[in-house]
């Protein structure tokens, strides 16, 4: 029976693809927020889902049958406020894609402070392509599939599993929700300071979660990483090791690693079986270890790593994981998620590989709160110099970082003047029209330039690739 659910702040990267799939279901959707942008608000008009501009207590139709809100939602929200003065049935999206997708099926959550959203589309593409039409919800935008979520007909649903607070009254991590029979940990370390005091913090939560798997269930972490170690301790279930350290105690372990432009080459070795090769499009050391992640997951719902394998060759990966826009003017620009001061070295290093002998620009918005610390510099000093040069914006959130009370913001300048004393090229632009204005006349034929945010920097990289067009079409 066909149901209506009203989506609060719908335009979140797992809002929509929750409305997906209700759509699929059969359900009317609806749902408010505030402007939205591509590639979101193209998905919602794509679905025929009416957005109603804002957050207005008038917004709220009759006839709803339940309100889901996302995390932008605060408790104070107008719309939430009164769904529940109505008497409404109020749920979070996690809450609801359990209560409506999960019950008879295997979740398989993929978690961890990096790599979710690339280890979840390439387990959902694994499992589809050795026919198991498995459900998935990806929190981004593979490119193997129409939808970053679909229902599935197969026993698996595979969910990126956020650490991140669940809703306005439930700060705990949106895993807890999603009764992992699979759970993968793929690293843990500190972030999201605006949720979590320090790493202990962090470490208590990935705790919780693996204590939920069932003993009849698989825990898959990473055995290279000794805070993914650290949290294993309350697992009731098999726990199935995999990194890129040779053998010991891991299940899976990968060795003789090459990189190069068409890819990466190694070889999977599962401990008790011989060791087979696979080349993975995917550039990177840590993309080796999302793919042993998503093989060992794989072989929780009985099939063979050797099987799985057979689909990797033709996984295309997810937005704006190391996603080239464009090539002009002999100049190509770069699209990355990195933001951690981990994941914008290791980015950075891949792209090394990826393009040797070029000049690898790093461009960083540091966007979230956490990246915007003062006490990261450190981090982001080392992180940034594996690039070649290197131009940084103002960090998003300073001013709420500067508040008394509040750890500082990242001292920008200061970063830049001791990246351009190891002899990099480096400068800082208070924001991304005026660090585009900048950049633009430093870059030369050859160059590979990185763009690295969690959000939008201001449309940098589609201005980068409008502008190089142009001064490649006036040099023809």
Known sequence: MSRTFYLIAIGGTAMTPLAALLVEKGDRVLGSDLPLYPPMSDRLAALGIEVLPGFDARNLPGGVDRVVVGNLAGKDNPELLAALSLGLPVA????????????????????????????????????????????????????NFPSPSAGGSGPAFVIEGDEYSTSWEDKGPKFLHYAPETFVVTSVEFDHADLYADLDAVKAA????????????????CGDDPNVRDVLSPARARVVLYGLGAGGDL????????????????????????PFPVLSPLAGRHNVANTLAALAAGESLGL???????????FLGVKRRLEVRATAAGVTVVDDFAHHPTAVATTLAGARKRWPGRRIWGVFEPRSLTAGRADFLEPYF?????????AIAAPYHAARLSRPGAPGALDVPV?????AAEGREAFSAPDPAALAEALLPRLAEGDVVIVMSSGAFGGLCGRLVQELSTRESASA
């Open 92 to 143: 979070s999206m996690p809450q609801t894609l359990r209560t409506e997708f999960l019950a008879g099926r295997h979740p398989v959550v993929i978690a961890g402070t990096h790599g979710k959203t690339t280890t979840t589309a390439l387990t959902a593409w694994l499992l589809a392509a050795a026919g198991q039409a498995p459900g998935y919800l990806v929190a981004g935008e593979p490119r």
């Open 206 to 221: 990935f705790r919780a979660g693996v204590a939920l798997v069932p003993p009849g269930g698989r825990v898959v972490a």
């Open 251 to 274: 299940d899976f372990f990968a060795d003789g690693i090459e990189e190069g432009p068409e890819g990466t080459r190694f070889t999977v070795h599962p401990r008790g079986r011989a």
């Open 304 to 314: 063979s790593a050797e099987r799985l394998a057979t689909g990797l060759p033709s």
């Open 382 to 390: 080392a992180a940034l110099g594996e690039a070649d040069a290197v």
């Open 415 to 419: 970063l830049v003047d001791r990246l």
